[in-house]
């Protein structure tokens, strides 16, 4: 019922009729995307349309239809549900011929994705996930992390909290794969930077009311609550937090996953002064800005998130493997997206790491005061860059099996 | 950590009151359910959608109009009300003779147009709408910090639930409105204008609706999903309460709200489900619902 597909043929298709039969090793002639995510829920404008949007603006940038190959882009909604997920997926590998799936934030969903891909032999070119056992424990030949992970947020905000003072902690966390991974790798962070995590509590996703929760943060005595949550879980926790005096009163809030939608949401005067992770930013420089202005124009004067970035640059890198491999197999081109360096406007230059992650600069933000915004989504300082190397957990610390110690 | 004494006193008495306005939403939607229900035997899928219209009815007269909360408290539940009777009088009203079945199905449709068209609108993440100034803060109450506004919520959704209540049990319009209910045709030939009546209860509750998605804009963001996350608590309520049921669905609110809060202290892991476990013993326990009377 709520398989929500819209087709969307790129301009190569126009092509097709007139490039005759080359590429014989692209299955059917045509390279499938499937981007997969939340259409409808808490995590549809972080994702949603707009990577569908990107993944399209891939396509056109690659050139595919001036390189004679012909792209197809598929978009389902997954409701955030596994089964759902795991559903359109088997249908587009199996019934639809798709060849690579985008996208498919909600780590619970990735996770199963992840397996259906690696039997069935195909790629995965995850943005909006964030569980860091996608190139850990789940870690396979045909998937590809790209934006950010749990480990690369901990790292990041997490670091720097326990830097500036927030020693004690006590976590929200959302009650699924994303949310415990999270946790479990900002307490790794918390403590090995000496400080001590007081407690934690698991709300369902998709949660309304926050103040019971944020009541027992705030008996916990923790000098800083940590939200290993997202979307708008993490918008309704900060809101409701300041209603209930929690950072009058000493606590501080560190928005563990926070995007540039969230704050958006939240308007300037509820998000200012929130610290926060991201591996992209509309305006870091001028490649960024200039992308950024195209894809709002695009998506109704809306800025891209990080996962939208991430979308655009790993079906660009994707299209780059498949065109130097001629293929569209699974392993073939994931291997080769490993042994080129990523080179893109919106990441700069980069690599694939043997476990699938991808590697890059990530940023510490800190949110501007309203005064200090001169422009429509003119939101973040940049407070530190985490070179690529720290950014991201140790490849030997990860358990990925397909890494040999 | 589950132990009831693990947990100081002082704690338990914030959730509990927590619970209370939660419960103060859950009561108001559900009266509003419980009127239409009870008066016109529609089940109204719509009214968390109509909820969310009220709370964004809000925004735009803040954001294009510049009337401010107290206007849109007043406002947007007549704007609002105005679009539920212009929803009765070009579609429900055709369905009052068929089975419940339809009524459910045009209602959900309705919902799901509605929604689809904000979200399509605005995105899912929602637009923020600041508590009035004369409410902002709170009182420290020694176990807790007690926002001003909630207060607030709790003391207007409990003022209105009572106003309801005693004007549908306790005056003659409320009686007219009750026979009406039971015998529509003698009613109309004590010269009393049923089908108009009809049109300004659906009004009414759509209203009331409203009003609570006003009271909800300040303190969640204004969201189109709000009301959908909502309503299935709320039949939830409405069905422990006993369909139709006034009274009923006000008591029922409240003490859910507190149930819930409850449990977000002692197994949070369950918040969400509590309500359709009780739900479920409640049928089987006793089909018409705790106040409820049997058909």
């Given amino acids: ?112 994705v992840n397996e259906i891909v690696r039997q069935k032999n195909k790629a995965f070119l995850n943005s909006g996930a964030g569980s860091s056992d996608l ?21 990041g905000t997490g670091k720097a909290v326990v830097q500036t003072g927030g020693d004690t902690w006590f976590f929200l966390t959302a009650d699924y794969a994303f949310g415990h991974a999270l946790e479990r790798d900002t307490t790794a962070v918390v403590e090995e930077s000496g400080g001590q995590v007081l407690g934690s509590v698991r709300h369902p996703l998709s949660t309304a009311d926050f103040s ?54 939240l308007g300037l005067q509820t998000a200012q002064g929130l610290v926060l992770t991201e591996s992209f930013y509309w305006d870091l420089n001028d490649k960024t800005r200039e992308w950024s202005e195209r894809f709002a124009e695009l998506n109704g004067g809306k800025y891209p998130t ?56 990530m940023y510490l933000f800190q949110v501007k005061a309203p005064e200090e915004s001169k422009s429509p989504y003119d939101y973040y300082n940049l407070r530190a860059t985490i070179p690529a190397a720290e950014a991201f957990r140790p490849i030997e610390e990860g358990e990925c099996p397909l890494v040999q110690g | 950590m589950f132990e009831l004494l693990g947990i100081p006193p002082q704690a338990l008495f914030g959730q509990i009151m927590l619970g209370l306005i939660n419960g103060a ?151 007219y409105l009750r026979a009406a209910t039971e015998n529509p045709t003698l009613v109309q030939a004590f010269g009393i204008n049923v089908p108009r009546m009809i049109m300004l209860t659906y009004g009414f509750g759509v209203g009331l609706a409203a009003f609570a998605g006003v009271l909800a804009a300040p303190i969640y963001q204004v969201s189109p999903l709000m009301g959908a996350d909502l309503i299935i608590v709320v039949f939830a309520v409405v069905v422990i309460g006993g369909m139709g049921s006034i009274l009923g669905s006000i008591i029922t609110g409240f003490t859910l709200g507190i149930v819930e809060g409850l449990t977000k202290v002692f197994y949070p892991e369950a918040s969400n489900i509590v309500i359709f476990v009780i739900m479920a013993i409640v049928l089987l326990l006793k089909p018409a619902g705790l106040f409820g009377r049997t058909a």
């Fill in chain 1, 1 to 112: 019922m709520a398989l929500k597909r819209k087709l969307m043929l790129s301009a190569a298709l126009a092509l097709a009729f007139t490039a005759g039969a080359a590429q014989a090793e692209i299955s059917g002639d045509v390279i499938k995307i499937g981007v997969l995510n939340d259409r409808s829920g808490l995590y549809a404008d972080l994702a949603g349309e707009g990577s569908v949007i990107a993944a399209r603006m891939a396509v056109e940038d690659f050139g595919a239809a001036d390189k004679g190959i012909n792209v197809e882009i598929l978009s389902a909604d997954h409701q955030n549900k596994p089964d759902v997920g795991s559903n359109i997926t088997r249908q587009w590998i199996d019934v639809d011929g798709v060849d690579v799936i985008a996208d498919v934030p909600t780590s619970s969903v990735a996770l199963a």
């Fill in chain 1, 135 to 155: 190139t850990g424990k789940a870690c396979s030949p045909n998937t590809v992390h790209w934006t950010y992970d749990t480990w690369a947020l901990a790292n």
């Fill in chain 1, 212 to 265: 019971s929760f944020l009541l027992q943060a705030q008996a916990s005595g923790a000098k800083v609550i940590g939200l290993a949550n997202a979307g708008g879980d993490t918008t309704n926790a900060i809101k409701q937090a300041a209603e209930f005096g929690i950072v009058q009163a000493g606590q501080s809030l560190a928005g563990l996953l926070v995007f540039l939608t969230d704050v958006h949401a």
């Fill in chain 1, 306 to 361: 990080m996962v939208h970035a991430g979308v655009y640059a790993s079906v660009l890198h994707y299209l780059k493997a498949a065109e130097a491999t001629q293929s569209d197999d699974g392993t073939t081109v994931v291997t080769k997206m490993k042994e080129i360096p990523t080179d893109d406007p919106l990441f700069g230059q980069g690599e694939i790491r043997q476990d699938g992650r991808k590697i890059h600069d």
């Fill in chain 2, 25 to 175: 939403f859950y009561a108001m939607l559900s009266l509003g359910l419980a009127v239409i229900f009870g008066l016109l035997n529609i089940i109204n899928f719509a009214h968390g959608a109509l909820y969310m219209v009220g709370a964004f009815t809000a925004w735009f007269l803040l954001q294009y109009l510049g009337i401010g909360y107290w206007g849109a408290l007043l406002l947007a539940p007549i704007l609002v009300g105005a679009f539920g009777v212009v929803i009765e009088r070009t579609m429900l009203r055709h369905l009052y003779k068929l089975d419940h079945l339809y009524g459910l199905l045009l209602t959900f449709g309705l919902a799901l147009v509605i929604q689809g068209l904000f979200q399509n609108k605005f995105g899912s993440s929602g637009q923020p709408y600041a508590i009035p100034s004369v409410l902002q803060g709170g009182q420290n109450l020694g176990f807790m910090f007690f926002p001003n506004y909630r207060a607030w919520v709790v003391v207007a959704s409990l003022g209105m639930c009572l106003a309801t209540w005693y004007v549908i049990e306790r005056t003659k319009l409320g009686s």
